[in-house]
């Protein structure tokens, strides 16, 4: 059986990086789209395109997708993992970090689903994965517009499930909690940085980049008729 293809966004590190690895060694082949092309590279993975694509950029992802799949053949699965977390003060926060959330996790959900979704909706299977956050569920003062980026991955992704279930096609969204990747280094603000910081070493990193990508596998590995819906996990010790 010939093994349909996975593009993962953000797979230069965290957890795209250990999707790429687990779906690799599973014997997918692979579109995997960061900016670090030279992180992509050092995965060393086979059957493995790797493009430097900034999710915001709408041309340039669909562009990409239409190059791996003339490759490899047909999207089975994408994982819409890239994401920026920039958490700070909304009363002082600049307004330019609020701007590039709304891009990068929301604008470029959507551009991977629309780069996708057609095409699966014709051939009548194949699954998209979004990857959000318990901050998706539930409010933290110092995340209002994170927040509100995950919020609204929910609540699209919930949207284009519905239209999507009429023609085969599963869509899912995977909220963890804190886990040890390199999200909180993007935070600007250095007291909500320590202070998230802070949180992510009480719990020891909280869950691991793999723990994430299994919960991923998971979902996408059900027959075709099994769709879950949503998956919200975090570090057992984890009160928030």
């Not at 609020?98 to 699966?120: E, F, K, Q, S, T």
């Not at 919930?158 to 963890?176: D, K, L, T, Y």
Request: charged letters at 20%.
């Amino acid at each position: 059986m010939t093994l349909g293809l996975v593009v993962i966004t953000g797979a230069s590190s965290g957890f795209g990086a250990a999707c790429a690895r687990l779906f690799a060694e599973d014997g997918h082949p692979l579109l995997l789209l960061a900016r670090r092309t030279d992180r992509l590279a050092a995965l060393g993975l086979p059957r493995a395109m790797q493009r430097a694509v900034d999710v915001t950029d709408r041309a340039a992802f669909a562009a990409a997708v239409a190059e791996a799949e003339a490759e490899y053949g047909p999207t089975d699965l994408i994982v819409n993992n890239a994401g920026v977390m920039l958490t700070g003060d909304p009363l002082a926060q600049d307004p330019a970090e609020w701007d590039r959330m709304i891009d990068v996790n929301i604008r470029g959900v959507l551009n991977g689903v629309h780069a996708v979704l057609p095409g699966m909706a014709e051939r009548g299977r194949g699954t998209v994965i979004n990857v959000s956050s318990i901050a998706g569920r539930k409010t933290f003062g110092s995340n209002a517009v994170y927040c509100a980026t995950k919020f609204a991955v929910h609540a699209a992704s919930e949207a284009i499930r519905e239209q999507a279930a009429q023609h085969g096609v599963r869509v899912s969204v995977i909220a963890p909690g804190y886990a040890a990747t390199e999200l909180s280094s993007h935070i600007t603000d250095p007291d909500t940085r320590a202070a998230y910081q802070a949180a992510e070493a009480s719990l020891e990193g909280g869950l691991t980049a793999d723990d994430v990508a299994q919960a991923i596998a998971y979902v996408y590995r059900q027959p075709q008729n099994v769709c879950i819906r949503e998956i919200v996990l975090a570090d057992t010790n984890q009160v928030a």
